[in-house]
């Protein structure tokens, strides 16, 4: 129905820079909040940072100043612009969207990305 395609995770050493993709694609009638999400090991999964469809966003505390959302709603994608990067950044970072699929009296659904890695190390 729905697929969330991430890109652009990789190794960095700390201090540098990733920009990660999320493009959505399928039966998507629209789209409401998109987000980032990251798991570390042994870790719970928490928001990084969120995106509304009218563009209001919404930062973990420890990213704010260094992380920044965007979106692109003609594409259906959001962007995760990570600067100043720490080692304690380093997990597997997941995006989020909420879908309704198909048509308007649909419900809301959750997606989720298949998952990318960032880490970094020096």
């Known amino acids: 129905q729905v697929q969330l395609v991430e890109s652009g995770g990789g190794l960095v050493q700390p201090g540098g820079s990733l920009r990660l993709s999320c493009a959505a694609s399928?039966?998507?009638?629209?789209?409401?909040?998109m987000g980032w999400y990251r798991q570390a090991p042994g870790k719970q999964r928490q928001l990084v940072a969120t995106?509304?469809?009218?563009?209001?966003?919404n930062y973990l505390d420890s990213v704010k100043g260094r992380f920044t959302i965007s979106r692109d709603n003609g594409k259906n994608t959001v962007y995760l612009q990570m600067n100043s990067l720490k080692a304690e950044d380093t997990a597997v970072y997941y995006c989020?969207?909420?879908?309704?699929?198909?048509?308007?009296?649909?419900?809301?659904?959750?997606?989720w990305g298949q998952g990318s890695q960032v880490t970094v190390s020096s």
């Open positions: 399928g039966s998507i009638y629209s789209i409401y909040d």
């Open positions: 995106i509304t469809s009218g563009g209001l966003i």
């Open positions: 989020n969207a909420e879908v309704v699929v198909g048509s308007r009296e649909k419900p809301l659904v959750d997606f």
